[in-house]
């Protein structure tokens, strides 16, 4: 258990409407991820951080920002959701070159 | 871009059997290859290879890196019913923050029916 908390765990809302998933982790790791997974793609990258307000995007930053105000919370927050970002999503935090996931957020977008 | 292959997708086997899984790679600057188990939730950490021809064991689990030829191969023996679940490799590259990224393989689907 790498202490990685994530909320809300499944999630439904419509097309058009705010989300914000939150991720916090109790082990002071500097790196946090998020990913997606969805059929035929495995996990992607979204967004990752390196430190408390310092982000850079991953491979499908498209649609998702991402903020980090305390070094235990990462959140994602998708501005105005699609249907095609209906996906299982996880954090993860990084020590060497070994990450660990939280238990995921399945999000459906109607 | 770094690429992760793993076949098969799908593999369906009697408990008991002996399986293998494999996963090549395409990676500009190789640090370590990583394969995680995913049952109906967060994949969680099996190994960490390094180096090449030296084995990784965990119970029926086992793994071997070939870096010379760009692939890890996991072996589960005497499969049990609870080995089902999706194998994920995956490999580190490295971010310009001097952190790490993970490029995933689309996994393998392993059923094992008793």
């Known amino acids: 258990d790498a202490g990685i908390t994530q909320s809300p765990r499944h999630k439904v809302t419509e097309t058009g409407t705010p989300v914000t998933l939150r991720c916090h982790q109790t082990?002071?790791?500097?790196?946090m991820y998020w990913y997606r997974q969805d059929p035929g793609h495995g996990l992607r990258l979204i967004h990752y951080?390196?430190?408390?307000?310092?982000?850079d995007k991953g491979e499908v930053s498209d649609g998702y920002s991402v903020s980090r105000s305390k070094t235990e919370d990462f959140l994602l927050t998708l501005e105005s959701a699609t249907s095609s970002q209906t996906s299982v999503y996880f954090c993860a935090i990084s020590e060497y070159y070994t990450q660990y996931f939280g238990p995921g957020t399945r999000l459906t977008v109607l | 871009e770094d690429k992760v292959v793993q076949s098969p997708l799908s593999l369906v086997v009697h408990e008991g059997d002996t399986v293998t899984l494999n996963c090549s790679y395409e990676v500009t600057n190789f640090r370590s290859l990583l394969w995680y188990k995913q049952e109906k939730k967060a994949p969680t950490f099996l190994f960490m290879l390094t180096s090449s021809g030296i084995e990784k064991k965990s119970g029926r689990l086992s793994s071997i890196l070939d870096k010379k030829e760009l692939f890890s191969i996991l072996n589960i023996t005497a499969t049990q019913t609870g080995d089902s679940a999706i194998y994920l490799c995956?490999?580190?590259?490295?971010?310009?923050?001097?952190?790490?990224?993970?490029?995933f393989g689309e996994g393998t689907q392993l059923t094992v029916n008793p």
């Open positions: 951080s390196y430190g408390v307000k310092d982000t």
């Open positions: 995956a490999l580190p590259s490295d971010l310009e923050t001097s952190g790490s990224r993970l490029t």
């Open positions: 082990e002071n790791h500097r790196y």
